[in-house]
């Protein structure tokens, strides 16, 4: 089993930046990828960002929307993946969750085994 605790939501302003941690334990595979979701109210929850779990593979993924002003990052070490959330805009309001599969990046929700409870951000003046 794998466990996943998400952490850095809250409250910011327009053009505010936030950084959202994800600290996963449990059974770890060196071929997971660790990926970031959210769920605006009334939406559907959308992909947001994804990182390889290969140490040799840094490779990214990044939606659309939000190219340009996130970024996630790793560290293997202490099983933790990051998203960097900068220039924030109220369309960035949403429940964000982190979470992990198996093997390879995806960017479909039900393709992921395991889940974070999630975190509010709120952009908002």
């Known amino acids: 089993q794998v466990q996943l605790v998400e952490s850095g939501g809250g409250l910011v302003q327009p053009g505010g930046s936030l950084r959202l941690s994800c600290a996963a334990s449990?059974?770890?595979?060196?071929?997971?990828?660790m990926a970031w979701f959210r769920q605006a109210p009334g939406k559907e929850r959308e992909f947001v960002a994804a990182?390889?779990?290969?140490?040799?593979?840094?490779?990214?993924w990044i939606a659309g929307a939000v190219k340009g002003r996130f970024t996630i990052s790793r560290d293997i070490a202490k099983n933790t993946v990051y998203l960097q959330m900068n220039s924030l805009k109220p369309e960035d309001t949403a429940l964000y969750y982190c979470a992990a599969r198996r093997a390879g990046i995806r960017t479909a929700a039900s393709e992921y085994d395991y889940w974070g409870q999630g975190i509010q951000v709120t952009v908002s003046s």
């Open positions: 449990g059974r770890i595979a060196s071929n997971f990828a």
């Open positions: 990182k390889s779990w290969i140490a040799s593979n840094p490779e990214s």
